[in-house]
């Protein structure tokens, strides 16, 4: 599992408008109700960083988790100096344990079964600490997908690459197929770059059961994007 293997380079370019920093503040006061002055950050499917590089502004320890080499390199090359380890949200193994950890822009649907999914959440909330927050944006919620095949297409420019993107998604039963074409334009040449992105659609019951089968107490929250955010606390130590 490698999204945006080719097209990395695009990746901030399509998503600039993207207000990171609100999203950043938002998860912060989310967690400083359940976990009041946490000093560390674990962020899951961190991509290029971009949501990482706020929260290293709000918390004395902050590194991620990325599972494609491209997409780290992006990170290193547009935000130097932040700690991204790869690893999949599955199986990753850390030395230690956080205050919270995130999972966030939906890259949660990058699990398309639901043993995968309780298998990413199990993991995650094993690298909390007792009392931590585990924080994650979900992919559309299976009672929120409206039926039929839809298409959709972007363009952005700067100064060095021009690119455009035409995506074309339909479900295949509970899992989104999101078959993403790109036109990416330098001063070398056009390449055109197909990638083809599989979401899994899970219920409200579905999350809610993975983060109580970790051991987390749950909460559905609404924000960020508007497609639900879960919420899960380890019990403190005895």
């Known amino acids: 599992m490698e999204p945006y293997r080719r097209a990395a ?3 901030d370019l399509f998503y600039r408008g993207k207000d990171y920093p609100r999203e950043v503040d938002e998860i912060v006061e989310l967690v400083e109700a359940r976990r009041p002055g946490a000093r560390s950050l674990l ?3 961190c991509g290029t960083g971009a949501h990482l590089a706020a929260f290293a502004a709000q918390y004395e320890r902050a590194e991620g988790i990325e599972p494609s080499a491209r997409m780290i390199e992006e990170a290193t090359i547009a935000r130097p100096g932040l700690v991204i380890l790869p690893g999949d949200m599955r199986t990753f193994r850390h030395g230690d344990r956080f205050d919270v950890v995130t ?3 939906s890259a949660i649907g990058y699990m398309t079964t639901d043993a995968d999914l309780r298998g990413a959440v199990a993991n995650m909330a094993s ?7 585990l924080v994650v944006e979900g992919w559309v919620e299976r009672e929120a997908w409206a039926a039929g095949q839809r298409a959709s297409a972007q363009t952005a420019v700067d100064d060095d690459l021009v690119a455009a993107r035409v995506i074309l998604s339909e479900l295949d039963g509970d899992v989104t197929v999101l078959e993403m074409h790109y036109l990416l334009a330098t001063v070398d040449g056009v390449e055109h770059v197909t990638e083809v992105h599989r979401m899994g659609l899970f219920t409200r019951a579905q999350y809610r059961e993975a983060f109580e089968a970790a051991g ?4 559905r929250v609404d924000g960020l994007s508007g497609r639900g955010v879960h919420v899960g606390v380890m019990p403190a130590a005895p």
């Open 9 to 11: 380079a695009a990746y």
């Open 43 to 45: 962020d899951v499917g």
């Open 103 to 105: 999972c966030l822009f």
């Open 127 to 133: 690298h909390l600490e007792p009392g931590g927050v």
């Open 216 to 219: 987390l107490r749950y909460e």
